[in-house]
DNA sequence: AAAAAAAATTAGTCTCGTCTAAAAAAAGTC
DNA sequence: GACTTTTTTTAGACGAGACTAATTTTTTTT
């Protein structure tokens, strides 16, 4: 098993990020922005990265991954959002302090540690974000922005993410019907008389209100 | 707050480690040794460290920790200890396996985090090898070189650090009675007449024969 | 106390990842 | 199509941290 510095790991999480529908390659500025650097060092990076086969190049043409570049990219992305699950989970964190931290962590070299946590964590298939988890051998579809539940309609499916009302009477509503952070469900039934809507998850049905569902930001699935 | 490089880091660690019964100073040699570099990479560092006053140093003579640099160290110490912990409680690594991994977790910048895991373990007060977890003030006591249980007389207090006869069956009889790795007990009784032993750990009384005795590492507190 | 051995330091080089300044290529504009 | 602006690449340098080889200081041996 070969191993890579934080600093290419870190160039290629950013390409892999910045990739989404960019089928021409990613730009040499586009990357420097990202990582607070100078284009002329992501040159110099893609040129390394180039020579270990990482990434395909060609001179003022954008950067694009190679497979294997991809593989290692997404293994980042896998070891980042395991560690932000830990962190809010576990420690406590809020979903808004984890990421410095996690940036750390992501760059841990080993196997079998991501393997155990994924598994300690139980097997989560969403950050704190709303995001997925790529798994094990990196497949993983990443979704749509973020959007509310009123979006939806009948037969979609999403993630909660987050909240628009931040009270804690509204918090407290979310966390009596098991709503927390993470919950996957599905929209079952949609009342036109008053926007109100039936939705599934863990096994269960719950109606949310117009009010309700307008305060709650999810992802789509 | 100051931020150091894990090349520092590892420096102060060393440092700290090899100081034990050192008042004279640390040798560049031994530094060397322990860290797999050379001495004139040593020289270097330490030069370094002294223009930071984390060291003292006089040519030739050797070196030895500041109480910047001391503190720094134990901070390292501490969080190197804590991963250990998690490692091993939270994660089923084997005692022997954890300290690669750690050794990149205890580089992790987050007073938060640190101390978050800290609550989350338990506030433990030894790591998996029986050795004294720091508290975030820095304070803490390294203790004794591992000997056998059988080597303790009445009052004398230890931690349980490992086994020499490690049989299924035999783990097995110490899961029974709890006496986990880290398990602290008092030595309260001596049978001479079959070298039998009572200790007192989580405030309970057990009788041990020679024989098991013989088998547990533990280390003096 | 002189010679030999060991330990520590200096001098000079290397790689990694970054930077600035300058040059070259591409894209946008009139 | 020529001119300007933006983007990208090259050239050259630097700091961190490691190395080798040579030198100096300390310690050990006789």
Redesign the interface.
């Known amino acids: 098993m070969k191993s890579y510095s934080f600093a290419e790991e870190n160039y290629l999480k950013s390409i892999h990020s910045l990739s989404f529908g960019q089928p021409e390659g990613v730009s040499t500025n586009s990357i420097a922005r990202l990582l607070n650097t100078k284009a002329s060092s992501v040159t110099a990076m893609i040129g390394k990265l180039h020579t270990k086969e990482l990434v395909s190049y060609e001179k003022y043409k954008g950067v694009t991954l190679t497979p294997e570049g991809e593989k290692i990219a997404i293994g980042v992305l896998r070891k980042h959002r395991l560690w932000e699950v830990f962190?809010v989970d576990?420690?406590?964190?809020k979903w808004d302090?984890v990421h410095?931290?996690a940036e750390?962590?992501e760059h841990?070299?080993?196997v079998?540690?991501t393997d155990?946590?994924d598994k300690?964590l139980g097997e989560p298939k969403f950050d704190p974000h709303g995001d997925p988890i790529p798994s094990s051998d990196g497949v993983y579809r990443e979704n749509q922005p973020t959007c509310l539940l009123s979006d939806l309609n009948v037969g979609d499916q999403g993630v909660v993410v987050g909240v628009l009302d931040s009270s804690k009477e509204f918090l407290r509503f979310l966390s009596d019907k098991d709503l927390l952070l993470g919950t996957q469900f599905s929209v079952v039934k949609l009342f036109e008389y008053d926007e109100s809507r039936e939705i599934k998850f863990d096994d269960r049905t719950e109606s949310l209100s117009q009010r309700v569902s307008t305060n709650i930001k999810i992802k789509r699935l």
């Open positions: 962190l576990k420690l406590d964190f302090e410095e931290v750390q962590l841990i070299r080993s079998q540690l155990r946590l300690f």
